[in-house]
């Protein structure tokens, strides 16, 4: 099997900056799913089933120019690495070129075999070759064993799975409310229940024997199946509405760890332009969608893709 590719100036921007910050705080280890066409950077899909899982996908021409693979796979390669290594060697190609010529075009990256210092079994490798006017330097990042056709297909099946959005979802705005109000929240307890409503509410609720703590985002944006709120329901509760539009249908509920859940609001890192929620069809996960606009628009940026998915620890209702 063989992958090289430039990284362009765009790449290593969306890497270095944004993406590979955000994914280290999903977890130590990441794979590198490569396919003719894509790049995914996949967390927890056919590992760690209870921790939670993140999938970011590019577009090859958003990372890469110049990019040749080839596999007995279907020319697909995946492996497993760790992130924060692999962002060390990227930030350290930078540092290196950037002062001479730029960027772009000059850190080329490739999967190679190398026998290691005190081995005698050669061991895979994900390197990058930054040439610079003066100087050339590799760096070498250590990967796994690439995975075997029945691993590749296993991960395939888990991406496709993945990719299934909750029929109702909501826009949450202002994440610097949501991050602040769960900072709070972790001090009191670890279990936080989550409602999605057809109406566009959002609802988060943590409860000890001694406190219970909730906060409500109302009237948001939804995408997917939606209702018109009671008028009844006006001068309810918020934990009333909720616990009445779950009843009606028109709601679900879940429980999730709240470790979990400020985890995913570090994707924030990877600058997104917002956030939608959702949970699965019978309270399978809740889903975190990240949307990307292209630059200076309010369209979507189809070229790249984030979403979570954060396991249920109770089924909740529906």
């Known amino acids: ?57 590019f577009r090859k021409q958003a990372l890469f120019e110049d990019y040749r693979i080839s ?41 190679v075999k190398k026998l290691p210092p005190n081995s005698t079994q050669p061991m895979p490798f994900l390197t990058f070759e930054t040439k610079g006017y003066k100087s050339a330097v590799i760096q070498d990042v250590p990967i796994s064993k690439p995975l075997s056709r029945a691993q590749l297909l296993q991960l395939q099946a888990a991406l496709d799975a993945a990719q299934d959005l909750p029929r109702t979802l909501v826009q949450v705005p202002d994440s610097n409310r949501l991050q602040n109000f769960v900072d709070r929240m972790k001090h009191v307890g670890d279990l ?11 609802h988060l609720q943590i409860s000890t024997t001694l406190i219970t703590l909730g906060a409500e985002f109302r009237k948001l944006l939804v995408v997917g199946d939606k209702a018109q709120a009671p008028s009844e329901d006006r001068d309810l509760s918020a934990q009333t509405r909720s616990g009445r539009a779950i009843l009606m249908g028109d709601a679900q509920s879940v429980q999730v ?25 019978q309270g399978a996960c809740l ?5 990307f606009f292209i630059p200076g628009t309010r369209q979507t940026d189809k070229s790249i893709s984030l979403h979570c ?10």
């Open 71 to 111: 596999s007995q796979n279907e020319d697909r390669i995946a492996f497993a690495f760790d992130i924060s290594l692999l962002l060390r060697a990227v930030r350290s190609s930078v540092s290196i070129i950037s002062g001479e010529f730029g960027i772009a075009n000059r850190l080329q990256v490739k999967l």
């Open 309 to 318: 998915r954060l396991p249920v620890l109770d089924p909740g209702s529906s």
């Open 1 to 57: 099997m063989k992958f090289k590719a430039v990284v362009t100036e765009n790449g290593v921007s969306l890497l270095d900056r944004r993406f590979l910050p955000a994914l280290e705080k999903m977890g130590k280890i990441c794979h590198l799913f490569l396919t003719r066409d894509h790049a995914f950077f996949l967390h927890n899909l056919i590992t760690t089933p209870d921790g939670i899982q993140s999938i970011a996908q």
């Open 257 to 281: 760890s709240i470790r979990h859940f400020s985890k995913s609001l570090q994707c924030h890192l990877a600058k997104p332009d917002c956030a939608f929620y959702g949970i699965a069809p």
């Open 192 to 202: 936080l229940n989550v409602s999605i409503s057809k109406y566009g509410d959002l």
């Open 287 to 291: 889903t975190v969608i990240f949307q």
